[in-house]
């Protein structure tokens, strides 16, 4: 007995000193870079074969000498944080599997960094494989065992350019079929994506001849043959052979979409790779002059996409519109994914700022997935479209690819590129800057790699001054804002470029460059705030020399904390007076605006709105991707598979929720929720350091109750509606006293799993 009680507390004891492996090892942001592709489906074939294989596959190759490596660490016990790591690298799997290291051992590192720990050894070789593992050491006193041996191969030129995935197709079969009368069978995919078209079909003779239709909408039970605009029809001819074929639809190529310089930006558009192919968006199919009947399986939509994890994040409300409108936005991240690369949907395949803007932060919040923002944003910066704020939007980008990932390479090699994205150059006197006055200079031009025919100009919104066609009848999307020489909202992301443009210097070490942007930004701040509020009216006007006030004038310097607090209820009423006077990109920053000045019931309203401008409008209308307009009478042209649309994706998860990092890769999170009278949700959300669980039942005004998981190796900032007057928070089961914050109270807990009550 007493035996087997000693060996009891033996093993308890070990298992108590023993943690648990690190997992989910990522390579310069990327964790499966072990997998293999071959024309976009996963192979067979492992890594180490890749040596002697003859075919061309496709793989994430890294190009970085001296790459980035991460990991994530195990909640052992509450509040684990990582004090050292150990990194073993090798040329042979076989190797590490026996303990032996040929390229690099870090020996037992002193840190708690896990998410952007640089190699440190000698310069790998192009073209070759290596293998790593990590094992951690955490403040609880346990030594995990090494994790599992992740491989990577690196690339034939080591430049230091960001690694992604290659593109992936996903096989899918219809979810209905009906057949008529004629011969004429139509298809249900479910929903739209981008892909091909493969067919199993059979014929008697060589002379039979079918009709294939493709398209994003349908009427009356049919492919809708006459859409407009922008949305997706085409018709495509087969000749069968005698017996049963597979035949695959040669998708046809869009000479607007597919030919370079077709544009004002001068910019060429992104190009399909080869071992994928022309693509086309459709969710509806007809096959006509068909006899035979189809079984789901002699139909096969080949979809291509980013890689994508459907599991990586989740999110379910009281609110049954709130959760479609999430997962209409959830798939549009993947779905237009399709060339790598933030595009503007299909009718360009453009890559623009203000897209990728957007993008970044729905991708970050839906998939466990860094590289495609970041390459987007290297991209731009040497490919860059005409619109004023969208030039400003780069440094926007560049921190929140830092924020998000803990990651300084991409800012390190693009620092002298964003300074010149700030546009301080285009400085007056007054500390405004301005388009028009005579400032954007050849020199100019070329310090920001900008090529296009018309030059550089406000944009405020999309589309600007009236929809097309309809100039009179619908007055476009920027609420009637009047351009001046001066613009508020050009100047509003002037002052948020200027003041990250702070934040990015000290981040990379830069002393003076951070003490001047900060200076700048203040004065900008001061200027705007001087000659564009109208202290008499208590909210801003458009520009210097107007009297008129739009919504975007006023949410610009509300989402960019730019309003002096007195006049921050005043600038809210108005903003709330505007209602949704914006377009689907304008709305991400209204709603940042909104959330910022707490008023979540409003913001509640706008996402969960059935009205036309609204998220369940396009849901309404039959379109699965967001649109690029609330609806098509508003932009006649537009196209149906544009992911600017999907800001819920972001702001579900970072307003409503109240999901943030709050230092860069996540070591520090805040969680403030603002649910208005939601009553009960529940949302898991990928980071680079574990998932961010987060679910609460709210009694408003009464009770909040919330329980969240915090990953190890972070800390949480918990902010809680004040229900109380002496700031009790109950956790797991616990009384401590919060910190107020306005209509908060706030609290600091470290990782785990905790559930925390205020009110009665």
Known sequence: MRTLYTLFIFLFTTCLCQGQAPTQLTTELLEHTDRVFMDGYPATIQLSELTTAIERYQLAYIHNAHPYLGWVVDNVRPDTRQVAYQIEMASRIEYLNNDSVDIWNSGKIESDNSVAVRYDGAALLPS???????????????????????????????????????????????????????????????????????????????????????????????????????????????????????????IRQNKRNTTPNMNESRVD??????????????????????SYPLKTTDIMRQSVHYPFNDMAAEFHSSDSVLNQVWELCKYS?????????????????????????????????????????????????????????????????????????GNKSSLERCYDDL?????????????????????????????????????????????????????????GEADGYQRTKYNTVVNAFH?????????????????????????????????????????????????????????????????????PGKYIKSVTEFIKSRKMACSVYGSQFLLDAIYNAHEA??????????????????????????????????????????????VPANIIPRKLMGIEPIEPGYRKIRIKPQPGTLQQTSIRIPTVRGDVSVAFNNVPGTRFEINV????????????????????????????????????????????????????
Not at 426 to 455: A, M, Q, W, Y
Not at 498 to 521: G, H, P, Q, T
Not at 709 to 737: C, F, G, M
Not at 740 to 759: A, C, M, P, Q, Y
Request: hydrophobic residues 35%; contains cysteine; proline residues 3%.
């Open 128 to 250: 070759t494989i290596y293998y790593w593992r990590v094992k951690v050491w955490d403040n609880h006193g346990n030594e995990s065992p090494f994790s599992e041996i992740k491989g990577f191969m690196t690339a034939k030129e080591l430049d230091g350019q960001t690694s992604t995935y290659p593109l992936q197709t996903t096989d899918e079969f219809p979810v209905r079929i009906n057949t008529s009368e004629g011969q004429l069978t139509f298809i249900d995919f479910g929903k739209a994506a981008f892909g091909k078209l493969k067919l199993t079909l059979a014929s008697e003779s060589n002379k039979d001849t079918v009709v294939i239709r493709l398209g994003e909408c349908c009427i009356n039970g049919l492919v809708d043959r006459e859409p407009g605009g922008s949305r997706r029809y085409a018709e495509y001819k087969l000749s069968l052979m005698k017996g049963v074929h597979t035949y695959t639809v040669k």
């Open 269 to 290: 558009p992104v190009f399909m790779p080869g071992y994928i192919g022309e693509v086309y968006p459709f969710r509806y199919c007809e096959i006509e002059n068909y």
């Open 333 to 405: 991240i993947k779905a237009t994914s399709f060339a790598g690369t933030y595009i503007d949907g299909d009718r360009e395949r453009i890559a623009y700022e203000a897209d990728a803007l957007i993008n970044q932060l729905c991708h970050y919040f839906t998939d466990k997935e860094f590289s495609m923002a970041r390459h987007s944003s290297e991209y731009l910066i040497y490919n860059p479209t005409w619109p004023t704020e969208w030039h400003l939007q780069m440094v926007l980008i560049a921190w929140n690819d830092y924020l998000y990932t």
């Open 419 to 475: 300074r010149a994205k700030t546009f301080m150059a285009l400085k007056e006197d007054n500390g405004l800057i301005s388009t028009k006055n005579g400032k954007i200079t050849d020199e100019v031009k070329e310090s920001i790699h900008f090529r296009g025919i018309k030059g550089i100009r406000d944009i405020v919104d999309w589309p600007q001054g009236g929809t097309i066609g309809k100039e009179k009848e619908y007055a």
């Open 495 to 563: 002052y948020e470029a200027v003041r990250l443009m702070a934040l990015i210097a000290a981040a990379l070490d830069k002393e003076s460059d951070s003490r001047f942007y900060a200076f700048e930004a203040e004065r900008v701040k001061k200027q705007f705030n001087s000659l564009l509020l109208d202290s008499k009216k208590r909210y801003y006007k458009d520009g210097i020399d107007t009297d008129h006030n739009s919504l975007h004038a006023n949410m610009l310097p509300m989402a960019f904390g730019m309003v």
């Open 601 to 646: 019931e409003y913001g509640l309203q706008l996402l969960s709105s059935t009205k036309e401008r609204s998220w369940y409008n396009m849901i309404r209308a039959g379109s699965t991707i967001t649109m690029e307009s609330w609806d098509n009478k508003y932009k006649p042209n537009q196209d149906w598979n544009h992911a600017w649309g999907a």
């Open 709 to 760: 998981e915090v990953p190890a190796n972070s800390t949480a900032e918990i902010w809680l509606p004040a229900l109380s007057s002496n700031n009790k928070v109950q956790i797991n089961d616990t009384l401590r006293k919060g910190i107020r914050e306005d209509k908060f109270v706030k609290i600091l807990i470290g990782s785990g799993s905790h559930n925390l009550v205020v009110g009665k």
